[in-house]
């Protein structure tokens, strides 16, 4: 592992097995990290209210409050908070639901510890990247369309809706970019770091989703447009 450029981050491990807790807590402790443990989730949540972090990691089987309905408040709470879910569920349904509810990634138990650390990178390092895309210019408007990528409200029209926060991210990676066609590769480097559970069909569903909020006719784009074979242009 190359210097940890994140060195300092404060991480809040939301974890419920003891022995997995600790030996988390002490390798990311390792690697600069300052990390806060909580055992169920009203102890996450409490940590949350009082505590300010860069990054939650978040078991989904937990006492008293589960890991889906941790997420949810700590979105609502906090809508640019990077949401690792780590669980022992591998049904595609939980992932789904967990990427719905506002996580931002997913990784499956056993798993690597390097690959762990990779994924905390990524995620701070796309953290950074969107705070200061979003510091500059937070509100962004185009057609009918408002979207304020600090606390990911927007509105379509006279709809007025809340994106998740990979929603926002991808939207604001494809309107940093406008004009120019992004590869499906690219967007996974970028927004996705690499995630080898997202596969590209589900960088195609959240083009669905983004169209379906902000397309007049999402069958006929006019902003979020397909380039066959390549990927994908914002055009305004």
């Not at 979020?224 to 242009?233: A, E, F, L, T």
Request: charged content about 30%.
């Amino acid at each position: 592992m190359p210097e940890n450029d994140y060195a300092g981050s404060r991480i809040l491990l939301v974890e419920d097995e003891d022995s997995l807790a600790i030996g988390l807590e002490y390798n990311l402790s390792e690697e600069g990290y300052s990390v806060i443990i909580a055992a169920d989730g009203k102890q996450a949540l409490e940590h949350i209210d009082s505590k300010q972090f860069d990054l939650v990691i978040l078991d989904i089987m937990l006492p008293y409050l589960d890991g889906f309905e941790v997420a949810q408040k700590i979105r609502e709470q906090f809508p640019q908070m990077p949401i690792l879910m780590l669980t022992a569920r591998t049904a595609a349904k939980d992932r789904i639901r967990g990427l719905e509810l506002g996580a931002d990634d997913y990784l499956t138990k056993p798993f690597h510890l390097q690959e762990l650390l990779l994924r905390i990178r990524g995620m701070l390092k796309r953290k950074r990247w969107y705070q200061s895309a979003t510091t500059d210019s937070p509100l962004y408007q185009f057609g009918e369309n408002e979207v304020n990528f600090e606390n990911l409200t927007c509105r379509a029209g006279k709809k007025d809706m809340k994106l998740t926060a990979r929603e926002a991210m991808f939207l604001r990676y494809l309107i940093d970019n406008r004009g120019r066609v992004i590869s499906r590769k690219e967007i996974l480097e970028n927004v996705w770091n690499i995630d080898s559970e997202v596969e590209t069909r589900t960088i195609d569903n959240f083009i669905v989703r983004l169209r379906k909020f902000f397309e007049p006719n999402p069958s006929k784009p006019l902003y979020i447009k397909s380039v066959r074979g390549i990927g994908y242009m914002f055009e305004v």
